[in-house]
């Protein structure tokens, strides 16, 4: 997977095998293709505000990623490169995420 300019800091696939997410501490997130292994779009910018991006996750539908860093939030992003508010805040850094299976909780 090339295409950070930073160190990679996450790696996860989506549920169905078909792409894979990847976070880094240059500040953004990619989608992947899991067969080709080339990039899908543009990359995704976090939004954290520190731009290092610790970890990132699908929802079980694979229509969401969640990505979270060193910066008090999470962001929900729409795989259409769509970003949403954060979903928390006040919280320490977060080091990894995941969705539950049922795809409603962080």
Not at 61 to 70: I, P, R
């Amino acid at each position: 997977l090339e295409g950070h300019s930073g160190a990679v800091t996450s790696v996860s696939w989506s549920s169905d095998g078909r792409r894979i997410v990847s976070s880094s501490l240059d500040g953004s997130v990619r989608i992947w293709d899991s067969d080709t292994y080339q990039s899908i779009g543009s990359p995704i910018y976090s939004g954290h505000m520190a731009d290092r991006v610790h970890a990132a996750a699908f929802s079980p539908d694979g229509h969401l990623v969640v990505s979270a860093g060193s910066q008090p939030n999470l962001r929900l992003w729409d795989v259409e490169d769509t970003i949403r508010d954060p979903l928390s805040s006040n919280c320490p850094p977060i080091w990894n995420i995941s969705y539950t299976s049922d795809g409603r909780s962080v």
